[in-house]
C-alpha cells in the first residue's frame, strides 16, 4: 500500500512538474526580459538541490561500495561500469560524427566571434590536468568548489578501506547509511519546490535570452547546427541506449522511461548532472526497483564521469567550427577528435555549460581555433538542456544495466 501511496505522490508531482516546464516556457516566451523577476526563485531551487550534493555523494559511495562486499566483487563492479561508461560514451560521440558529417551543418555559415568566448578560454584545461583533477591537495576546498571528481575517488577509498575494518569499520558504515538516508528525506521535501523552482529557472532562462522573438533569431543563425545536435542526441537517447537496456536487462525501455522522467525533467530545467542526482538515485531505486547498492555506487560516478549528451555535442561542436573556416578534417582528426570528445566528457564538470570549458580540449587537439566557441553561446544554455537529460538517461539506464551484469556475473560467480 506504501508503495502505491509513493508511485501515485510521484505521478502528481511529476504532472505538476511538466505543468512548470510548460508554464515556463510560455511566460519567458510571451514576457521575455520581465521574467528575470523569478530568477531568484529559479536559483533558490538549484541551490538547494546542489546543496545535497556532496553529502549525497559521500554518503552513497560509501555506503555503496560497502554494500558490495567482498573486495573482488568491488573490483569486478567496477570493471561493469567503466566498460558501460566508455562504451556509450564512445557510442555518442560516433553517432555525432556521422550526422555531423552527413548534414554538414557548418557549411555556409559565417563565423562571428562572442567577446563572451574569453571566459571559457581562460578556463581551459589540457589533458594532463584532466588525470591531475583525480587527486586534491585540499578536499574541503574541491567540495566548496563542487569539484566532485576527487571527492568520488576519496569516497570509494575510504568506503573500501571501511570494509576492511571488522565491526569498528561496520559502525562507519552504518553512520554513513543513516547519512544517506537522510538526505534522501531532505531532497524529498525539496522535491515539493520543484514545480515552481523549475518555472522560475525556465522562464527567466528564456526571458535572459530575449524572450521567444529574440530566440528565435538567434536559433535561425546556426540552426542547423542545432537540429544536428538535437537529432544526434535523439538517435543516442531513443535508439541506442534503449535498446542496450533491452538486450541486457530485458526491460521495458518505455516502462523504464515513465519512471525516470522525474529524473530528466529536472535534468532539463537544471542542465546539471550533478544538481539532479539526488532525484535520479530516487527513480532508479523507487520506481525502476534498481538495488540500492547498485544505484548508490553507479550513479554518483556516472554523475561526474559519465557524460554521453556532452560527448556527442562536443564532437558536432569541433566539425561545425571546422565546417565554418572551410577546413577539411582528415579521417585521422577525426579519430583524434573521436578520443579527446571521449576524453573530454570525464573531465566536464555535473553543471550548467560545463561542456564549453572542455570542448577547448577538443578544439585544440586538431589545430581549430578555440574563438569559435563563441558563436555557440547563444543558444548553448538551450542545447545544454539536451545533453544534460541523455546524460541523465545514460546514467539511469547504467544503473539497470550493472545492477543486471553484478547478479548475474559478480554474485553468480
Known amino acids: 500500500m506504501t508503495?502505491?501511496?509513493?508511485?501515485?505522490?510521484?505521478?502528481?508531482?511529476?504532472?505538476?512538474?511538466?505543468?512548470?516546464?510548460?508554464?515556463?516556457?510560455?511566460?519567458?516566451?510571451?514576457?521575455?526580459?520581465?521574467?528575470?523577476?523569478v530568477d531568484w526563485i529559479g536559483e533558490m531551487f538549484l541551490?538547494?538541490?546542489?546543496?545535497?550534493?556532496?553529502?549525497?555523494?559521500?554518503?552513497?559511495?560509501?555506503?555503496?561500495?560497502?554494500?558490495?562486499?567482498?573486495?573482488?566483487?568491488?573490483?569486478?563492479?567496477?570493471?561493469?561500469?567503466?566498460?558501460?561508461?566508455?562504451?556509450?560514451?564512445?557510442?555518442?560521440?560516433?553517432?555525432?560524427?556521422?550526422?555531423?558529417?552527413?548534414?554538414?551543418?557548418?557549411?555556409?555559415?559565417?563565423?562571428?566571434?562572442?567577446?563572451?568566448?574569453?571566459?571559457?578560454?581562460?578556463?581551459?584545461?589540457?589533458?594532463?590536468?584532466?588525470?591531475l583533477s583525480f587527486v586534491t591537495p585540499n578536499l574541503v576546498q574541491s567540495m566548496a568548489n563542487m569539484d566532485i571528481l576527487p571527492l568520488i575517488i576519496f569516497s570509494l577509498v575510504f568506503g573500501g578501506v571501511l570494509t576492511t575494518m571488522g565491526e569498528r569499520g561496520r559502525s562507519v558504515i552504518d553512520f554513513f547509511d543513516v547519512i544517506n538516508e537522510a538526505v534522501m528525506k531532505i531532497v524529498h521535501l525539496i522535491l515539493y519546490t520543484a514545480p515552481i523552482g523549475i518555472f522560475a529557472l525556465i522562464a527567466s532562462k528564456l526571458g535572459a535570452a530575449g524572450g521567444g522573438d529574440q530566440f528565435v533569431a538567434e536559433l535561425m543563425k546556426i540552426g542547423k547546427f542545432a537540429f544536428t545536435v538535437i537529432f544526434g542526441l535523439l538517435v543516442h537517447g531513443i535508439v541506442v541506449l534503449p535498446v542496450i537496456l533491452m538486450m541486457v536487462t530485458r526491460r521495458n525501455p518505455w516502462k523504464y522511461f515513465q519512471n525516470a522522467l522525474q529524473a530528466l525533467t529536472t535534468a532539463f530545467s537544471t542542465a546539471s548532472s550533478s544538481a539532479t542526482l539526488p532525484v535520479t538515485i530516487e527513480c532508479a531505486e523507487e520506481y525502476n526497483r534498481v538495488s540500492r547498492r547498485t544505484s548508490l555506487f553507479v550513479l554518483p560516478i556516472g554523475a561526474t564521469v559519465n557524460m554521453d549528451g556532452t560527448a556527442l555535442y562536443e564532437s558536432v561542436a569541433a566539425i561545425f567550427i571546422a565546417q565554418m573556416l572551410g577546413v577539411d578534417l582528415t579521417f585521422t582528426q577525426q579519430v583524434i577528435i573521436f578520443l579527446t570528445a571521449s576524453l573530454a566528457a570525464i573531465g566536464a564538470a555535473g553543471i550548467p555549460e560545463a561542456g564549453l570549458v572542455t570542448m577547448v580540449m577538443v578544439l585544440q587537439s586538431v589545430g581549430l581555433p578555440t574563438e569559435g566557441i563563441g558563436m555557440l553561446l547563444a543558444i548553448d544554455w538551450f542545447l545544454d538542456r539536451f545533453r544534460t537529460a541523455v546524460n541523465v538517461w545514460g546514467d539511469s539506464i547504467g544503473c539497470a544495466v550493472v545492477d543486471e551484469l553484478e547478479t548475474k556475473y559478480v554474485e553468480g560467480g
Not at 515556463?24 to 514576457?31: A, K, M, P, Q, S
Not at 550534493?53 to 568491488?74: C, E, F, R
Request: hydrophobic letters at 50%; aromatic letters at 6%; charged letters at 10%.
Open 47 to 131: 541551490n538547494a538541490l546542489k546543496m545535497m550534493v556532496i553529502p549525497l555523494v559521500l554518503s552513497s559511495l560509501v555506503v555503496g561500495i560497502a554494500g558490495l562486499g567482498d573486495i573482488s566483487k568491488v573490483g569486478k563492479t567496477g570493471v561493469i561500469t567503466l566498460v558501460y561508461f566508455l562504451s556509450t560514451t564512445a557510442f555518442s560521440v560516433l553517432i555525432g560524427l556521422v550526422v555531423v558529417n552527413l548534414i554538414q551543418p557548418g557549411v555556409g555559415v559565417e563565423m562571428s566571434v562572442a567577446p563572451e568566448a574569453e571566459t571559457y578560454l581562460k578556463e581551459a584545461r589540457g589533458v594532463t590536468d584532466l588525470f
Open 3 to 37: 508503495n502505491a501511496n509513493n508511485k501515485n505522490s510521484g505521478n502528481l508531482l511529476l504532472y505538476m512538474i511538466l505543468t512548470g516546464v510548460v508554464l515556463g516556457v510560455l511566460c519567458g516566451w510571451v514576457f521575455g526580459p520581465k521574467m528575470h523577476a
